[in-house]
Every structure is written in C-alpha cells, then in structure tokens.
C-alpha cells in the first residue's frame, strides 16, 4: 500500500543521568512522532477531515510478532498539536558492534484508524537503532518505510548537571 502520509519525526526528552558512584549513562530515547500530510496538517486531529480517531503501535522485532506496544501514548505540546510519545516497550535485538558501543535495533508498525473501521486504513513500519555504551544510550537512526529519516551523530561530550 503506497503511503500518503508524512511522519516528521523529532527526538526531545528524556535525558536522565543516573549514578552509582563512579559510573554515569546518558539516557536519550524518548520520540515524538507528529504525523502530518502533504499540507502539513496534524492527522492525530480526529476533528480534521481525514485525521485519524486512535492509533495502535505493534512491535514487530519480538518473539510473538505484530505484539501490541504499551510504552507509547498520544498527547499534545505547547502548540495544541497531537503527536505520539513512544518511551519503550518494542524488543531491542543487538544487531551489531562498533568502536563506540553495541548496535540494537527495534522493528515497530504505527497502524492508523478512523471512526467506525476496525481495520487500520494505513500503516508505517519505523525501525530505530540505538547505540549502547557504557556512557550512553540514545537512537542514532530511524528510517520509515525503509527510507532513512533521523541519523545522530554519537555525542563525544556528555555531561550531567546533580
């Protein structure tokens, strides 16, 4: 099914520097994800014609798959705007190493739904890679679809304010 839809993804959140004595890990991997069309308006808006009433995220990397996600919820910002805050909840698989850490990987489908329908009138796959070290643990990469959408750059400098 060709997709319509434009998801314009931001990181914001969730950094929280956790200690035991000697050691200190960056945690960033909280997304907000806006769902938008072509003219830029938010589809999370079922009062907009052709907004969507829910959404449903499923992990697809998991042992039983299609899994429906607990760790996500929809909400609003400053601006009014709904979008969807995913925090966890989809299998993290280690796909691979690197000088700077071990490479997971998460495989999550976005189903959207209208008033009255039970089945889903689009969808999105989104995978996200996160990279682990021992002073960090944030998304370096997502892709929508299998295009490529967010890269981060690991940070080199991390600092914690107590």
């Not at 950094?15 to 830029?40: A, F, H, M, T």
């Not at 052709?50 to 042992?63: A, N, P, R, W, Y």
């Not at 429906?68 to 705007?81: M, T």
Request: with cysteine; proline share 1%; net charge negative.
């Amino acid at each position: 099914m060709k997709n319509i839809l434009s998801i314009f993804s931001l990181i914001f959140l969730l950094v929280s520097c956790g200690s035991d004595e000697d050691n200190v890990q960056r945690i960033d991997q909280v997304l907000k994800i806006y769902i938008q069309n072509q003219q830029g308006q938010n589809l999370l808006n079922k009062d907009l014609e052709g907004g969507f009433s829910s959404v449903q995220m499923f992990d697809l990397g998991g042992e039983f798959t299609s899994q429906v996600l607990k760790g996500y919820s929809v909400k609003k910002d400053s601006l009014d705007q709904q979008y969807i805050e995913y925090a966890a909840g989809g299998t993290r698989n280690l796909v691979g190493e690197t000088a700077s850490g071990q490479i997971y990987q998460s495989d999550l489908a976005i189903a959207y739904f209208i008033t009255g329908q039970t089945e889903p009138v689009a969808a999105d796959e989104l995978t996200l890679q996160y990279i682990h070290s021992p002073i960090l643990f944030q998304i370096q990469q997502i892709n929508q679809n299998g295009v490529t959408i967010f890269t981060k750059k690991m940070e080199s400098q991390i600092s914690c304010i107590s």
